[in-house]
């Protein structure tokens, strides 16, 4: 398989991942997921992991019922699949969430999805950060909205 499509795929593999979570179509995660993909999930002080691409679709379906909003995301191919770091707002709650999802991919799906999540930020936590750690770089962030 040539680099540029590995980028290819990787790249529509990020773009469905990002989009469907946006849409708040987490059920149709488990296209894009091969039928013994494996999620490893690791919000604050907790981690547990599901396996098969229903499970998994089923537990994004949940995750924002009321929406996400995508407000800043990039993201690096890897020699099987891609790091994505990604941050936004729980649209139904306020809530802000900054994530970072390693994506292994085969056959140009998902097979194995490891995220990393803040957990909510509500507005007081976020004034909170900017008072008692300003960040140093001018790397944007969603808590700016």
Same mark, same amino acid.
């Given at each position: ?7 290819? +795929? +990787?790249? $529509?593999? &990020? %773009?469905?991942? *990002? ?14 997921? +091969?039928? !013994?993909?494996? /999620?490893? /999930? ?10 098969? $691409? /229903?499970?998994? $679709? %089923? ?23 891609? &790091?994505?770091?990604? !941050? ?11 994530? /970072? $999802? &390693? ?14 999540? +803040? ?6 936590? *976020? ?11 001018? %790397? ?6």
């Amino acid at each position: 398989m040539s680099t540029q499509t590995l980028t290819d +795929t +990787t790249k $529509a593999a &990020v %773009e469905t991942f *990002i989009a469907l979570q946006e849409s708040n179509r987490g059920s149709e995660l488990a296209e894009i997921l +091969t039928d !013994d993909a494996v /999620l490893d /999930l690791n919000p604050p002080q907790w981690r547990f992991q599901l396996q098969g $691409a /229903l499970p998994i $679709a %089923e537990a994004f379906a949940q995750s924002f019922p009321g929406g996400y909003r995508t407000v800043g995301c990039q993201w690096e191919p890897t020699p099987s699949g891609a &790091v994505v770091e990604y !941050d936004g707002w729980d649209t139904a709650n306020d809530r802000y969430y900054r994530h /970072l $999802a &390693v994506l292994r991919l085969a056959g140009g799906r998902i097979s194995r999805l490891t995220l990393y999540c +803040t957990g909510p930020w509500d507005q007081a936590a *976020i004034d909170r950060q900017r008072a008692d750690a300003p960040m140093v770089d001018s %790397e944007p962030t969603g808590a700016t909205r």
